[in-house]
Every structure is written in structure tokens, then in C-alpha cells.
């Protein structure tokens, strides 16, 4: 990706530009497996490969601090003499945020808001926050030193809706003290309309002010359907659980026959080949072990209840969730098992 402003210097926010995207990738890769090569189950992760998105026109929300003069202001950042350079055209940021830039521009020199000063330590507008949805939809936050311009900003409300026709969500975000924090913790809604709807993949977020998204939903929408297929593959493994201790529960082993050693199974599943790979995440192979299942011989076991006894205080096991205790077991449980519920009617021990 060419950037006019990384090349003349006016901005190095995008630190590994000359570095072809690749590469970064790689290396990010290389850097995350050597950080987890001294965990235990190191040796049985598998890596996907990480999920990519595009160098430019990604970004979905822009931090844009403003400086310049009240008629003629500059939305990017400040640079190290605290004067402001204008980024409104960041290949980076999604085309419509671009697009919306010029407006919001206009509209602060319309209404000749004064921007802050750090080095003087005066002024009121700090930043503008500008997400955009897929759809177009935009949400401005005025981050503002005090109170002075909210009766403006919600006067000219329309004004600022003519220049900016998807707009959905308007803000002003309260920052009086000097320090190097883009925003305050107070907010004032200026539009009827609290959150910003984003689609994400598969899913619509309903984003507020103050809410915390990804900046590239390209590769979050990514890691959302990994994470939905990792969770898919482990319901199907709870119920390949299920179906093992009601297998062992029909077999008599609840009727006091010896415990032959607790099951194992695995859990994961399959990448589907038609749907992105995730970012550099990793699953293991080790073995989960149901807690309500007995190992051999293991105390507290029973003729009855091979699991142990019926532990009293009306909580459930903290490994299993079982209503009886587990071998090793110290906290107490309800009357039956819960994985076994179908199985046997609940009968105290002892």
C-alpha cells in the first residue's frame, strides 16, 4: 500500500509500512507461537492460518484530533510541536469515513468551534470519533473540553444531518482535564438514537458512544466465525459426553458393577475448507475427562453411586456440575447427577 503521508513524513502511525503484508503477517505469527512454546500442551496446538484482511480501507472508526484554527481546522493528529496535520484523506480508513471527512470539516469551521491548544492549554473541541457502519451509517462524537458548544451542537443538528445524511448516532463526550486521554467518561447524547447498528459478519452489534468495537471488522468478523465453530465443536463433544456416561449408566455400572476407568474424548472439530481461517489462534488435543465418571477405585465411590456420596448444602459440583460429588470432590451438591438425570431416579447413600 502506498501512503502519500508516510512518505513525506507527515505521519508514521502505520510503523511497519515498508514491510510487505506477508511478511508482517508471518512475523506476528512467528512472534505469538514462540511466546506460547513453553506452555505444557505446546506440542499439541495446531495453527490456522492467520486471517488477512485488506492493507487499505479497512479501518471503521477514526480518532481524528483537531487542531488549526477555528475557520480552518485539521482533522488527524498533532505532531511533536503540538500543531495539527491534516489526515482526512488516511488510505487506511473505510472509503465512506473518508468521504464524511470534508463534511465535518466544513461543519467545524461553519460554527467556528475553537480547537484545543495543548501547548496553551485553551480551546474546547479535542477530537472527533467517527465510526461507520457497512451500511453507511455514522456515528460523530464531539470530544469537547467543556460544555460551551452542546446548545450549538444540538442546534445545529440538522445542519449537520444535511451535510451528513447517514448519520445515526451524535455525541458530545466531556474531556476537561489536560492529560493524553482521547476521550472523558461523561456523554451527551445529541441525536434520539443511542447506539449505531454494525454488522459484523454474521452478527449485528448495536454499538453506543462509548462501546468498544474492532476497528477492522474484516478480520473480526473472521475471528467470530472461528470462535462460533470452535463453540459448535464443543457442544458436539458435550453430547458425545452425554451420550458416553448414559451408555455406561445403561451398561449397570450404577448398579454397582466395578468402574472399568473413565472416558476421555476430545474436543474440537473439523475447519470447514469454505469459510475463513482465524487469526493465529490455536486449538489442543489434550483430553477433557467427565468429572461424573469414576476412575478406579477412586474414594468416595459407593455400590450404589459409584461417584461418591451425596454431599448436602444444595450446591452444585464445581468440576462436573453433578448434583453428587465427584472423586475428590470438596464442595456439595443437590439431590441427582445432572449429565445422569435421565438415567436413574436420585437414591441417598450411606
Excluded at 202 to 209: A, M, Q
Excluded at 215 to 243: C, D, I, K, M, P
Excluded at 278 to 284: F, H
Amino acid at each position: 500500500m502506498f501512503c502519500d503521508y508516510f512518505h513525506q513524513g507527515l505521519c508514521r502511525s502505520c510503523t511497519h509500512l515498508n514491510v510487505a503484508y506477508p511478511e508482517q503477517l508471518h512475523r506476528r505469527q512467528d512472534a505469538v507461537a514462540n511466546l506460547l512454546a513453553s506452555v505444557p500442551s505446546a506440542a499439541h496446538m495446531t495453527w490456522l492460518a492467520a486471517a488477512a484482511s485488506s492493507p487499505e480501507n479497512f479501518r471503521t472508526k477514526a480518532k481524528m484530533a483537531v487542531g488549526g484554527a477555528a475557520g480552518a481546522p485539521t482533522l488527524g493528529l498533532l505532531d511533536a510541536e503540538w500543531k495539527g496535520v491534516d489526515l482526512s484523506a488516511c488510505p487506511i480508513l473505510d472509503p465512506q469515513l473518508r468521504a464524511a471527512m470534508p463534511a465535518l470539516s466544513a461543519f467545524v469551521a461553519e460554527l467556528k468551534l475553537e480547537p484545543y491548544d495543548v501547548a496553551a492549554r485553551r480551546g474546547e473541541l479535542k477530537y472527533l470519533l467517527v465510526t461507520v457502519a457497512a451500511d453507511g451509517g455514522l456515528m460523530v462524537r464531539f470530544v469537547l473540553r467543556s460544555r460551551r458548544y452542546e446548545a450549538l451542537l444540538r442546534s445545529r443538528l440538522v445542519r449537520l444531518r444535511e451535510l451528513l445524511p447517514t448519520l445515526v448516532v451524535a455525541s458530545v463526550n466531556l474531556h476537561p482535564t489536560h492529560a493524553a486521554l482521547v476521550e472523558g467518561a461523561e456523554e451527551v447524547l445529541l441525536t434520539e438514537a443511542a447506539t449505531l447498528p454494525m454488522r459484523v459478519g454474521d452478527v449485528t452489534l448495536h454499538v453506543g458512544p462509548q462501546s468498544f468495537t474492532q476497528t477492522n471488522t474484516q478480520v473480526a468478523a473472521q475471528l467470530y466465525r472461528q470462535a462460533a465453530r470452535w463453540a459448535a465443536g464443543a457442544r458436539v463433544a458435550g453430547e458425545r459426553l452425554r451420550g458416553r456416561c448414559l451408555e455406561r449408566a445403561e451398561g449397570g455400572l450404577l448398579g454397582g458393577e466395578a468402574a472399568q476407568g473413565a472416558s476421555s474424548v476430545t474436543v474440537g472439530s473439523p475447519q470447514p475448507a469454505s469459510l475463513p481461517s482465524a487469526a493465529p489462534l490455536s486449538t489442543s488435543s489434550a483430553p477433557l475427562t467427565p468429572a461424573c465418571l469414576p476412575s478406579p477405585g477412586g474414594a468416595g465411590a459407593s455400590a450404589r453411586h459409584p461417584v461418591g456420596p451425596l454431599l448436602r448444602g444444595g450446591r452444585l459440583c464445581p468440576a462436573c456440575r453433578c448434583r453428587r460429588s465427584a472423586p475428590g470432590c470438596r464442595r456439595g451438591g443437590l439431590a441427582r447427577c445432572h449429565c445422569l438425570r435421565s438415567a436413574f431416579s436420585p437414591r441417598p447413600v450411606g
